[in-house]
């Protein structure tokens, strides 16, 4: 990277300013910024990133935030509306994912930093909750699996199993599911649905391994959390997932994607509170005071709360429902437009996020056509695919219209130079020829300086 972004308009702070700058000025330069990068979404030609888009709907979380974001919600006692938001929250997503289905046990949750947060909880309390067991503790995933799930398997010292899925379906394969459970696997891990191609995993047959072998069995939605069950209710083909299914123990659903929310928060909902409680953190002979903890964040400011309430007390079933139809019916006029070319080939059954890939050429020759027209999708690899995740910006009219016809550009194209390598394939692709230890390593690298912005301490 060439440097701190916006150093050519402002001034770079690598120390604290001698004297603090004005506040009026300081705002003035947010506006800016925002005001400059707001269009890249607004257009509705960007993949997934904002799920609401509705700047009426930020302002009115910002002033729900605003009102406690200065509280810290460890200190109930004090302000008791951070229990009130929060176990709101949990209570209506576990009626929302047909918790009310589950038979003598007592459902519970935990509102998370996020939907890696929910996942790494996730881990963490089927080790904890089989921790008398002598050997290794593992959890079988389908490789389509949003990848939170092995950074937390690194973290809590939980292996990994990586089931393949079916290339034409994206289907995890059942058979090696089942073969490959042991003393030490304590999970099952199921998408609904998976970011990479959106379509929804054999939850019902997976619970059946579940149940068969006496392990839980964890459904990732965090991405489908809160329009999946919408969509099935406006008689949307989708797979059952939620906790009617037997065998169900965990779900994952984040507020802060289409649940509306600001960014920062989302519910891990528990079949079982026994399951939740396991891992709580507990030290009662700290010189300190006695200090129990949920989850992993100590302090955590009560404005998200607040927010997150704000917004699904706000929108309602009916506001909610509205939306879903909204982006289902978009995403399948989009996905109508995709089937028009047949050198493109839909990946599975996706439902409202879509992939595509072409077995004519290289797709991601369609992906720089579409970026000259301002459109910012989602790149895959093995096999190069592009993929859609569907918002509500998407829902504004003329954006169908619009992908339509760039789409039918840049299938022309594509055919056109065929037998040219893509531009973006660098940024997105596999690795000409597979990986290799060097070209691991230098991705790292690339993405390891993307981070850091070249933050550096200037010498003294």
Aim: proline letters at 5%; aromatic letters at 10%.
């Amino acid at each position: 990277m060439s440097g701190f972004p916006y150093s050519d308009h402002y001034e770079v702070h690598r120390t604290l300013p001698e004297d603090g700058t004005g506040r009026a000025e300081i705002l003035a330069m947010m506006t800016d910024m925002s005001s400059r990068e707001n269009p890249a979404w607004e257009s509705g030609q960007c993949s997934g990133t904002m799920y609401c888009g509705d700047h009426e709907h930020y302002n009115f979380l910002n002033e729900a935030f605003a009102n406690f974001s200065y509280v810290n919600s460890l200190q109930r006692d004090l302000c008791p509306s951070a229990t009130k938001f929060e176990a709101e929250i949990i209570a209506m997503t576990l009626d929302m994912l047909g918790a009310g289905a589950i038979e003598g046990s007592r459902p519970g949750g935990l509102v998370t930093s996020g939907g890696s947060g929910s996942i790494a909880h996730a881990v963490l309390a089927y080790r904890e909750a089989n921790a008398s067991r002598s050997v290794r503790p593992n959890m079988i995933k389908p490789e389509t699996a949003h990848p939170a799930f092995s950074k937390a398997g690194h973290l809590f010292g939980v292996e990994m199993k990586v089931a393949p899925v079916d290339p034409v379906t994206t289907q995890v394969d059942l058979d090696w599911v089942a073969a490959n459970i042991d003393a030490g696997t304590v999970a099952l891990i199921g998408s609904a649905c998976n970011y990479g191609y959106g379509t929804v995993d054999s939850i019902t047959e997976l619970g059946q391994v579940a149940l068969e072998h006496g392990i839980g069995l964890h459904v990732d939605g965090c991405l489908g959390g809160f329009i999946l069950p919408f969509g099935r209710e406006l008689g949307y083909d989708i797979p059952p997932f939620d906790f009617a299914v037997p065998g169900v123990t965990t779900i994952s659903a984040d507020t802060h994607k289409y649940g509306y929310a600001l960014k920062g928060t989302s519910v891990l909902a528990f079949a079982d509170q026994s399951l939740r409680n396991s891992q709580y953190f507990y030290l009662t002979d700290w010189s300190g005071g006695k200090y129990c903890s949920p989850g992993m964040d100590g302090s955590r400011s009560g404005g998200l709360l607040a927010a997150t309430w704000a917004a699904m007390v706000s929108l309602g079933r009916s506001g909610y429902s509205r939306y879903a139809e909204a982006i289902f019916s978009t995403s399948a006029a989009m996905q109508a437009e995709v089937a028009e070319h047949p050198s493109l080939r839909i990946m599975g059954q996706p439902s409202f996020l879509f992939s595509f890939t072409s077995d004519d050429y290289d797709v991601y020759l369609v992906n720089d056509f579409l970026r000259t027209r301002g459109w910012r999708l989602n790149g895959q690899q093995y096999p190069n695919a592009l993929h859609m995740a569907v918002t509500r910006p998407q829902t504004q009219p003329g954006v169908v219209e619009r992908w339509a016809n760039d789409l039918a550009d840049a299938v022309g194209y594509a055919l056109a130079h065929h037998d040219e390598a893509a531009q973006s394939g660098a940024i997105y692709g596999g690795v000409a020829g597979g990986m290799s230890a060097e070209a691991d390593e230098f991705i790292r690298a690339v993405m390891a300086d993307m981070m850091d912005g070249q933050a550096s301490i200037p010498a003294p």
